[in-house]
């Protein structure tokens, strides 16, 4: 919850955030902050933004009192001072990100496995937290083992549904593989209608019980055992322009880098090479996700329909 001087406008949209309607004589400010610094690991974001600082949403308003139908949403920096995060309409639900945490947390706890923090990502608009699990892991072909990674995921912006996703860690480098295509989510739009969004991803953690999330990285794994063709010119070139032509030219130069350094010899070792350099970033943006999602299944993709012309 967040808390305001004067309450007289506070509109509380069921949520925990309250939501004012901006007036020029009288700002609604939040003043505390709520004390969750050991939630997570340092924001690994190129623009960092305390990922629990209180947030707002202020129906836009002109200097002539003509009330715009947007929402502005904002995150305070520190008094005074704030991040404007996006516009948005009247019915766009406003999530905190610790409360998307807090839901999260109980589901990871609810699924009898061992988590840790890995890393924490919110630029002041999309939030991406991550676990990992070695409760539930498997082997590959080489010998490398891969558990499963669970990333909480928020936005203030509209342009990341809310929500939790299950992925692969690499165990030996800690390399994050996201799939879209093998990992799953339980994931909601902020709309007025999901207001019982924190029931809804419960329902959808039922694949972190019994035998699914177990089945889930077996498939995964044998996958990335069809990753384990030697790599030679051709084939690059040919995963370069059909796989991952969405990569960018700078983070594909990055990768072939680390591919030679690391003397790689098969389309595994370029997996590895491209998370690595995809995941250990520093400073991360939300476009280090993404593509490291393209990535991911692009090669697995190639590697596939290789598979079957053999």
Request: net charge negative; aromatic share 10%; glycine share 6%.
């Amino acid at each position: 919850m967040t808390f305001i001087l004067d309450d007289s406008n506070a509109l509380p949209n069921g949520n925990g955030i309250t939501e004012t309607v901006y007036n020029p004589d009288q700002l609604a400010i939040p003043t505390e902050y709520v004390d969750v610094q050991s939630i997570a690991p340092v924001n690994v974001a190129t623009k960092p933004v305390d990922p629990w600082a209180p947030i707002e949403k202020l129906r836009l308003q002109n200097s002539d009192g003509y009330e715009s139908n947007s929402y502005n949403v904002r995150v305070k920096v520190d008094e005074g001072n704030f991040f404007e995060a996006g516009v948005v309409s009247d019915s766009y639900l406003l999530i905190g990100n610790q409360q998307i945490h807090e839901v999260c947390a109980e589901i990871r706890t609810e699924s009898g496995m061992e988590w840790e923090p890995v890393k924490c990502f919110f630029n002041g608009k999309q939030f991406r937290n991550v676990y990992r699990t070695e409760s539930v892991k498997t082997e590959t072909v080489v010998g490398d083992v891969i558990n499963l990674m669970m990333t909480e995921l928020n936005s203030y912006d509209q342009t990341q549904r809310c929500g939790f996703r299950v992925d692969f860690m690499v165990k030996v480098c800690m390399n994050g593989m996201i799939s879209p295509q093998y990992g799953w989510n339980s994931l909601f739009q902020h709309r007025q209608q999901n207001v019982d969004w924190s029931n809804e991803i419960r329902r959808g953690a039922v694949a972190l019980s019994g035998n699914v999330a177990h089945r889930k990285l077996e498939t995964f794994a044998k996958a990335c055992n069809r990753l384990q063709s030697p790599l030679d010119i051709d084939k690059l070139g040919a995963i370069r322009t059909d796989a991952i032509s969405k990569l960018p030219t700078q983070r594909f130069g990055a990768t072939l880098d680390r591919y030679f350094d690391e003397e790689g010899y098969t389309m595994w070792d370029l997996m590895q090479a491209g998370t690595y350099t995809l995941w250990h970033k520093d400073k991360m943006t939300n476009a280090d996700f993404n593509n490291n999602g393209q990535f991911v299944d692009g090669l697995l993709d190639y590697a596939s329909k290789l598979a079957l012309t053999q």
